[in-house]
């Protein structure tokens, strides 16, 4: 069976143009959609304002009114709908072990403050083992099926491997290019060493040293891929900063996140933060070891 494309449900209009982005990506990709709304009754020790059959009668109204949203946009999407008696990053994360992806809204500050994920969406994301991708309100005017798919390359091949396996999915299956990023910055002089000098001699410099670097990354996905156009953007420059400028008119945001837990716990990363709270478009987090 085709793993679903999940999105989680609260009311919100940002939730409901999340169910708008999953709807679209599970047509595209030929996948079931699955809506998601979490509730547990009274989970804390606080007053209560409504009954249970209340709250439970809600619980089951935001959910058919989002599902209707996500059939009439794509008639024929296969669709289920569950709620889920959980609290909400409970919730996701479980659905998150079985999802082929995981939308979630995320609330606009204007262009200054950049956008908040919500108070769950930070710790879905930092612990989902899928991608997930985190939705804003479009703004009147936004062209939100046009531009490239934005994708940030970091590291070795390998390690960028399924970061940029799903940019190209995602380019593949909307007909559009990728354009691949890749920042870097001038090392310390205490991090000079002969063996990197030499590699960086080899390439021709410390710029075609990094281009070179972007390209050995591309190679097995151009290959897999053929008839998705490619641009290699390497810059010099914060690795947040770089790929925001170059997402100014994507379609599509595509970052990596490392699993490995740091001292302080699991966290998602300068750059992704970065991309989730200021870029214009959806954002794709994807977990990467």
Do not use: N
């Amino acid at each position: 069976m085709t793993p679903a494309i999940t999105v989680g449900v609260d009311g919100s209009a940002e939730s409901l143009a999340a169910v708008d982005w999953a709807a679209d990506e599970a047509a595209l990709r030929g996948a079931p959609l699955r809506l998601v709304h979490a509730w547990l009754w009274q989970p804390l020790d606080v007053p209560v304002v409504q009954d249970p059959d209340q709250q439970a009668a809600s619980a089951r109204g935001i959910l058919r009114a989002a599902e209707t949203r996500a059939q009439g946009r794509q008639p024929d999407l296969r669709c289920t709908s569950e709620v889920v008696s959980d609290t909400a990053v409970s919730a996701l994360l479980r659905e998150a072990e079985r999802a082929e992806t995981l939308v979630l809204g995320s609330r606009g500050h204007g262009a200054l403050l950049g956008f908040m994920l919500g108070s769950y969406g930070q710790q879905v994301i930092a612990t989902a083992p899928c991608p997930v991708v985190s939705v804003r309100v479009p703004q009147q005017g936004e062209l939100p099926d046009s531009g490239d798919v934005v994708v940030g390359q970091q590291g070795s091949p390998e390690d960028s491997s399924e970061v940029l396996g799903f940019a190209f999915r995602a380019a593949a299956v909307r007909e559009a290019a990728v354009r691949a990023v890749r920042a870097w910055s001038l090392p310390p002089v205490f991090a000079y060493s002969p063996g990197s000098l030499r590699l960086a001699d080899e390439a021709g410099g410390l710029v075609q040293y990094e281009e070179k670097a972007l390209r050995e990354a591309l190679t097995p996905w151009r290959e897999r891929y053929p008839d998705v156009p490619v641009v290699e953007h390497v810059e010099l420059g914060s690795g947040g900063q770089v790929l925001l400028a170059a997402a100014a008119d994507a379609r599509l945001l595509v970052v990596g996140r490392r699993t490995r837990r740091s001292p302080v716990g699991t966290r998602i990363g300068s750059v992704a933060h970065a991309a989730l709270h200021h870029a214009p478009c959806p954002v794709t987090v994807v977990p990467h070891a």
